[in-house]
């Protein structure tokens, strides 16, 4: 809805005229007309008095729905996850939704997953901004891995450093704790997705001390051939463990 008309619904909800409506700031009823006819706009100015005026919040006088950005976002976001085999076709996803949702935090945490750290400029720069905006927690921490990653890949560990130091140390898993507070299948779902991340990681250290210690690296790839054809006779975990034994060539 255009502001024009966000205007004339929120006057007729105070059940007020034109003239009331232009009395009350002090203008001309031909003003108020022609906002809500969409021939001029209010002045900037004068837009806190025309919200209080009207009963509204600025959001609502623009109609604002941050609730209903955000779940058309979540919807494209699950959409994409697909073609994040393909960074180029996410890329050109993320960035024709940031089109349509300029600077939406979310899917510019998205874009700076996939572009490539050949462009590492650009991923600082995306990444700079929205340390510098964001209030979410869960975007700050993703942020800060990537940008300390990606400056890992360029040799540059001191400014890899000052990224990781921005954040928490991991003392337990909001899984894990979501495990014991829940109860039935919630409390599956959870313990399922504790056990996902916990394995990767689990892979993921065995795989850097075969790197660290050669004299180990048996050792550990026993230790993962192990978990893997454990964790995978669960048939909840079966795909998960193939895409773990293809990613750890195990």
Known sequence: MTLGGSIK???KERALTQEQLAE???VSAQAVSKWETGVSCPDAGLLPQLALTLNTTMDRLFDFDRARIDREVEALVRES????ETPERAEAFYRAALERYPNHEVLLNCLLMVIPDERFEEKLEIGERLLACTGDDEIRYDVLRL???????RGED???EHYLSGMPELYFLKNELAAVIRRGPARLAEIKKAED??????LDMLSLRAETEPDAAERCRGIAHGLLDLYGT????????ARLRERFHV
Do not use: F, Y
């Open 81 to 84: 996850v697909p073609l994040r």
């Open 197 to 202: 991340v916990c394995l990767g990681t689990l």
């Open 158 to 160: 001191g400014l890899a």
């Open 147 to 153: 940008l300390a990653l990606s400056c890992h890949a």
């Open 9 to 11: 619904r929120l006057r």
């Open 234 to 241: 669960l048939p909840e975990h079966r795909d998960q463990a």
């Open 24 to 26: 009350a700031l002090n």
